[in-house]
């Protein structure tokens, strides 16, 4: 039973992995859809979210079926759990992908308000650190991890100066405040699939080195 | 022991009830900063933020020790990762306070933009859904979960028009441009925290019912 149970485990952790993929995949399409003005990538990836909520109640369904079959002791019962909630974070990702192609949606209507360059870069970045979180947690990698909870001050940072240049854009011209909103937002929602990485990242730490260092006690 | 384990369950709910309530409180703080202009409730958010992280540690440590000893089957099982879940929206619910309490500490450094009526409304409502999300849970109450889910669909509504109003701000003059985005924001983290209410009420129709409305697989 212990082998058969390390198999179901393995064949849960590829399936998180292929899930981490497609949410990838979503943020690309949702932020090219932008940059190449082409709507049809933001339909993508509103065609990829289906299999992604498809894949969280599965991997959901099994993690319960392995609690109540298994009963698995405290290492595995850990590992089952940080699952649970890595597959939350990476569903939630896929949601900001969408909310991302549901205004680009809105902005592919209007001319370019400028060239983008900080927003697909926050958005490699963003896509970099889901995989590196989700490579962390299958290769038992905290080391990985914790370079995953650095960049989320990169991404922060880069949020803050998309920010600021979008104002001032605003503050020249009232006909760019619509546009600028938007990218405000969708600066925030990659800020926001940086924080889900980061959340599994903690996640790694915790499980790897037996430390919860999410709310830093100590500071 | 199945006794003693109803107990421990019931204990667990007693302490998902207090963790939700002090975010309430931690809405009902962020949101009173900015309509009374009084920067010290703001700064009540960020301490009782630092009890909600030690409750939700607390929390997943008891589910985890109970899964190990108790080894419940399936009815149990669902309600204790329905408990985890639980646990991780109340917990992102202090996050949207503190986000907003941080917010409101920049603008409370600038003469108000206009009274605020709506965010006061929306946040009263997010803290109604909180509440009820969670009765819903505590008394098997799938009726009420409902009704969570579909006050949602009116906190959405609210922060469009939000949203449109402080459009028309920034439209009218620059200088009211860097207030009315940080408003803006503050919506939108209200959306958050109603989001959360929901995933909660859909976990509670999930238990309940036995059916995940999460996806709507038939749409």
């Known amino acids: 039973m212990e082998r058969h149970f390390d198999e179901e485990l393995k064949s849960l952790k590829q399936k998180l992995l292929q899930m981490a993929d497609l949410t990838q995949e979503m943020i690309g399409f949702s932020v090219q859809s932008l940059v190449k003005r082409d709507e049809t990538l933001a339909h993508k990836t509103l065609e990829i979210e289906k299999k992604v909520n498809h894949m969280e109640i599965e991997i959901e369904e099994e993690v319960l079926r392995l609690l109540a079959l298994r ?11 940080a699952i649970l909630k890595i597959n939350s974070d ?8 969408c909310n991302i ?15 983008l360059i900080d927003i697909p870069n926050m958005a490699n970045l963003a896509q970099r650190m889901i995989k590196n979180s989700l490579d962390a947690f299958v290769n038992h990698d905290p080391a990985l991890a914790k370079q995953v909870c650095e960049d ?3 991404v922060d940072r880069i949020n803050e100066q998309i920010f600021r240049e ?10 760019n405040i619509t546009r600028a909103v938007d990218l405000i937002l969708i600066s925030r929602n990659l800020e926001r699939v940086a924080d889900h990485a980061t959340n599994i990242g903690e996640e790694v730490i915790f499980i790897e080195e037996g430390k919860n260092i999410k709310h830093h006690f100590n500071d």
Chains 1, 2 share one sequence.
């Open 71 to 81: 009963q698995p002791a405290a290492k595995d019962l850990r590992l089952l759990t």
């Open 90 to 97: 990476l569903e939630r990702v896929a949601d900001q992908a």
């Open 101 to 115: 192609s549901e205004t680009a949606v809105y902005l592919l209507k209007e001319p370019p308000l400028k060239p």
């Open 152 to 154: 989320d001050d990169e």
């Open 166 to 175: 979008l104002l001032t854009f605003m503050m020249e011209n009232p006909k």
